[in-house]
């Protein structure tokens, strides 16, 4: 980490320091993104902070998740398309003899 900066925010009322590559804006968007995701679970009923959290970790790393499988999924797709794409091309293609 040549380049690390120490970043400074306050997430949850709870202040952090974070040594990090990555730009403050890119940091602070992600501490923004999570409180968000706490608060909307505390509007939704969950009034304990630390459950809140934990409750919007599981969420997002559900996301992640699920995110990933779509990746792999799609990825499966195109490589049977392209499969498919170069058994016609050779059914196709004269052949050397």
Do not use: C, H, W
């Not at 934990?54 to 392209?82: F, K, N, T």
């Amino acid at each position: 980490m040549s380049d690390a900066a120490r970043i400074e925010l306050s997430v949850l009322g709870q202040t952090l320091t974070i040594r990090t590559e990555a730009s403050p804006d890119y940091i602070r968007s992600l501490a923004t993104f999570l409180e968000d995701r706490v608060g909307t679970i505390r509007k939704g009923g969950v009034r304990d902070p630390a459950t809140a959290l934990v409750l919007a970790a599981l969420d997002i790393a559900d996301e992640l998740y699920r995110a990933r499988d779509d990746v792999s999924q799609r990825e499966g797709d195109v490589s049977a398309r392209i499969g498919a794409l170069v058994t016609l091309l050779e059914q196709v293609t004269p052949r050397n003899s």
